[in-house]
């Protein structure tokens, strides 16, 4: 039996008829950029993660880097983030000529460890990024609670957790700013690039607003230098018919979780993904640990199972990065969690006989 990462096309034949719609609503209208449908949707996730603002950007990694901008971050500035993360969060502090600082992660949750973040606050310190990795909420009171007596800002890079609750909050309404991505493989995916910023704060929304259109205050004003990032209305129609089933995405998400959970209680050297009590998980991956990652991954293959890693190397031992000057062994939670993770398939439409069969193939590889 095939089981892959995602099932996109899956997806597609539940909503058909509703996209397709959708799709051709914006072809008939004549309007294929930051139109009606962008500000609709736009509205619809506010609404949806309990902010005041919502903008629609090309990218989640646009929406980091706006972000930053917006909040002033350039040369000599330094942006905290966890050392095992995505190499967007580091890359784009580096196209600011900004300098990317490593914290450690809390072994359980893949989040940074709020206990080591105090320490590398400076006073160049402009921001933290808090990346809820693989769809479960960083620790945000405990961050917050450093940060906001040091006068730091914070965004979260929420690309892999829209939907996900902090307490009785949604990700994206728990900082200063929040980043989305809408890449199709992401809980809420458009059919081509996509991603937005959402805050409560309307100065910074307004300069988000200005510094995605090249700092156009309108009529070729153009009050601070920015780029294009725009997002389209085809992607804002889709996103609009998705955002109404994310919920159901993420509740199906998070039932294939447990599934397996229950399926590898018994196996020893395997460690199941660890869910806060305060946070509700919505698993855009389903990231297991074991010593033997890397047979297991093979042990998979052969049995027609794709399971992936995200991420085989820390950002401080990333070569793009090497002129940071990080050696190994200095965020020894991150490395291991790069020797260890392995993430399998969790997705929505994920039927229960491939849960099952991914589970067997499993508990076998172990059982040998
Ligand atoms: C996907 C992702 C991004 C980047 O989003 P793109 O839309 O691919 O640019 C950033 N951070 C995290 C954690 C992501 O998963």
Request: aromatic share 8%; charged share 25%; with cysteine.
């Amino acid at each position: 039996m095939q089981v892959r990462p995602a099932d996109l096309v899956a997806q597609y034949n539940g909503i058909e008829a509703e996209i397709d719609d959708a799709i051709a609503g914006v072809l008939r209208s004549g309007s294929y950029v930051l139109g009606q449908r962008v500000k609709d949707f736009e509205e619809g996730l506010a609404r949806y993660c309990g902010v005041k603002y919502a903008i629609g950007v090309n990218s989640g990694t646009d929406a980091i880097l706006l972000s930053l901008m917006a909040l002033g971050v350039g040369p000599g500035d330094e942006v905290i983030m966890p050392a095992f993360t995505i190499m967007v969060d580091a890359a784009v502090v580096c196209l600011l000529k900004a300098k990317p600082v490593f914290v450690d992660i809390d072994p359980r949750t893949f989040n940074v460890a709020p206990e080591q973040l105090e320490d590398k606050i400076t006073d160049r310190t402009k921001a933290v990024i808090a990346v809820h990795l693989f769809g479960q909420p960083s620790d945000m009171d405990r961050i917050l609670a450093i940060t906001q007596k040091r006068g730091v800002a914070v965004l979260e890079d929420a690309c892999q957790a829209i939907g996900a609750g902090y307490k009785d909050r949604k990700v994206g309404s728990l900082a200063d700013l929040g980043c989305f991505s809408f890449y199709p493989t992401k809980n809420l995916g458009g059919y081509g690039d996509g991603g937005a910023i959402t805050t409560n704060d309307g100065v910074l929304a307004e300069r988000v607003r200005l510094l995605r259109a090249h700092g156009d205050a309108g009529q070729y004003d153009h009050v601070v230098v920015g780029i294009n990032s725009r997002l389209d209305e085809i992607q804002a129609a889709v996103l609009s018919v998705k955002l109404k089933r994310v919920d159901l995405w993420n509740q199906a998400r998070h039932r294939n979780g447990r599934r397996y959970t229950l399926a590898f209680r018994d196996i020893e050297n395997l460690v199941t993904p660890y869910e806060d009590v305060n946070c509700r998980h919505v698993y855009h991956q389903y990231t297991i640990r074991t010593s033997q990652r890397d047979e297991l991954r093979r042990y998979l293959r052969r049995r027609e199972v794709t399971a992936a890693v995200y991420y085989p190397i820390p950002l401080h031992l990333q070569k793009a990065l090497s002129h940071l000057g990080h050696a190994t062994g200095e965020f020894p939670a991150s490395e291991r969690a790069a020797r260890e993770v392995l993430s399998i398939p969790v997705y929505a439409e994920l039927e229960p006989e491939k849960i099952e069969y991914v589970s067997e193939c499993i508990a076998e590889f172990f059982s040998a």
